[in-house]
């Protein structure tokens, strides 16, 4: 059964799905939960406490749905591309469900929204492609990859997911009409970068 605070940001996120969050309002927040509004004051402190929370809880809500993917491709049987392509099926999924998810990602929240930014992680192979949420997904895919698959290398394997988030970020910008193609483009990428036998091709020398 869901907590008071859980119904409190189910009701808020439900809000924000509707208006901007600069037009939602305590009180019908409060209502829609069945609770007072002083209950909802009591729990968050203010409007902003609530949307840190929100923006926790979906941050948090995405990250796991990262793990959840690529750990069920994984126990398929999938390769490295699969696996990944599976956490970029995911996260396509959740940008259209969440605008929070959808802003932390691409870096633009929409006037008056909170932004759904975790903290960044403090271990990994995270490269700084982007936001603290871009960060995370990065660290949890490359090392996804590492563990569930010793035979790569893992500088490869943090080149090849940074390369293949950044185009999953495109398709969360501009959406393509199938998820699947993306998909299986997004395997394929990640097969084809670690294909090098020594990884990626050496940079060109500066003038």
Same mark, same amino acid.
């Not at 996260?91 to 929204?113: C, D, E, F, K, M």
């Given at each position: 059964?869901?907590?008071?605070? +859980?119904?409190?940001? /189910? $009701? ?14 305590? $009180? ?7 609770? %007072? ?10 409007? +902003? ?5 929100? &923006?926790?809880?979906?941050? +948090? $809500?995405?990250?796991?749905?990262? /793990?959840? $993917? ?7 049987? &999938? ?18 469900? %969440? ?8 870096? %633009? ?12 992680? #403090? ?11 871009? /960060?995370?997904? #990065? ?16 500088? +490869? ?6 390369? &293949?988030?950044?185009?999953?970020? %495109? ?7 199938? /998820? ?17 036998? &020594? ?9």
């Amino acid at each position: 059964m869901p907590t008071v605070r +859980d119904a409190l940001m /189910d $009701a808020a996120f439900a809000a924000l799905g509707e208006r901007p969050w600069e037009a939602v309002r305590m $009180a019908e927040v409060a209502a829609a939960a069945g609770v %007072s509004r002083q209950t909802l004051y009591n729990e968050f402190s203010s409007k +902003d406490g609530l949307a840190r929370a929100l &923006a926790r809880r979906e941050g +948090d $809500a995405f990250l796991a749905g990262v /793990d959840r $993917a690529m750990a069920a491709a994984r126990r398929r049987g &999938a390769d490295a591309g699969e696996c990944f392509a599976a956490a970029a099926g995911w996260t396509l999924r959740a940008a259209r469900r %969440s605008p929070l998810i959808r802003s932390a990602l691409t870096g %633009s929240p929409p006037p008056g929204q909170p932004s759904a930014e975790p903290p960044r992680p #403090h271990t990994g192979t995270g490269a700084g492609t982007g936001t603290p949420l871009v /960060d995370a997904v #990065h660290t949890r895919t490359a090392d996804a990859l590492v563990r569930g698959y010793p035979r790569l290398r893992p500088e +490869d394997v943090g080149w090849a997911c940074e390369a &293949a988030l950044r185009l999953t970020l %495109s398709y969360v910008i501009a959406p393509a009409a199938d /998820d699947r193609e993306s998909c299986l483009r997004i395997a394929q990428l990640i097969r084809s970068l670690l294909s090098w036998p &020594a990884g990626p091709p050496a940079r060109p020398a500066g003038p």
